[in-house]
């Protein structure tokens, strides 16, 4: 049953201490995206790739985040320095782009805690 | 990307069918109804989705209004293990095809 995997499941860090998170796409998917949710903002679009080119990285704070996919198998999502703002769970989702609609499926998240 | 409108929260007996609506009155010509949901403690789960036809798979029936502004997810037996938020989105394609916005969704409660 192919699924989306997000590393790590949990991870508790101090203020301005790097964070990644890592996310393997179900294989043959073209676009991947991040999104975060908590109690207050509810789920938000942070970045998205299609074909590993960054396609919208808007809802992003530029300063401290970063998001790559190094290749097909592996997006990464990087907070240097964070901050205990960023508690949430970061969820990854990939889906198959062609032509008008396309599914995405999500992975069980990273939750995050910053202390 | 439409934006929805759905009701914040809803009850439904067990065994008994829920109805979730959704409104979606910009939606345009090219974009498709896409429903998620979400159990706590867990990424969003796919459901199901539809352009202008009514829609059925193993989990739910999708109905969609003829003029295509708003439509209906039906579980049509609700068990305990349905409680959770649910999402209907709308999406469709341009330049940066693919984005996809969540919005509050309705949060289902099955009783026993």
């Known amino acids: 049953d192919a699924r989306v995997t997000q590393t790590p499941r949990h991870k508790v860090t101090e203020m301005g201490q790097e964070v990644t998170m890592r996310c393997q796409p179900i294989l043959g998917h073209n676009t991947v995206f991040w999104y975060r949710q908590t109690m207050m903002q509810g789920l938000e679009l942070l970045a998205y790739?299609?074909?590993?080119?960054?396609?919208?990285d808007s809802g992003m704070p530029k300063d401290r985040f970063s998001a790559e996919m190094p290749d097909a198998t592996l997006a990464t999502l990087k907070i240097q320095p964070s901050e205990p703002r960023d508690s949430a769970v970061y969820f990854c989702?990939?889906?198959?782009?062609?032509?008008?609609?396309?599914?995405?499926?999500f992975g069980e998240g990273s939750w995050l805690t910053v202390v | 990307d439409a934006k929805t409108t759905q009701p914040p929260s809803m009850d439904c007996a067990e065994g008994r069918a829920a109805n979730l609506p959704c409104n979606h009155s910009t939606i345009s010509g090219n974009e498709y109804v896409y429903w998620y949901r979400q159990i706590h403690s867990q990424g969003p789960q796919y459901i199901i989705h539809g352009l202008k036809n009514n829609e059925t798979n193993e989990m739910a029936s999708l109905i969609i209004t003829e003029d295509r502004k708003s439509s209906t997810l039906i579980l049509p037996h609700a068990t305990l293990r349905d409680t959770a938020v649910y999402y209907c989105i709308v999406r469709g394609f341009n330049t940066n095809a693919g984005k996809s916005t969540f919005g509050d969704g309705t949060t289902l409660t099955v009783k026993p």
């Open positions: 790739f299609r074909n590993r080119a960054p396609l919208d």
């Open positions: 989702a990939s889906g198959l782009v062609q032509g008008f609609g396309n599914t995405i499926y």
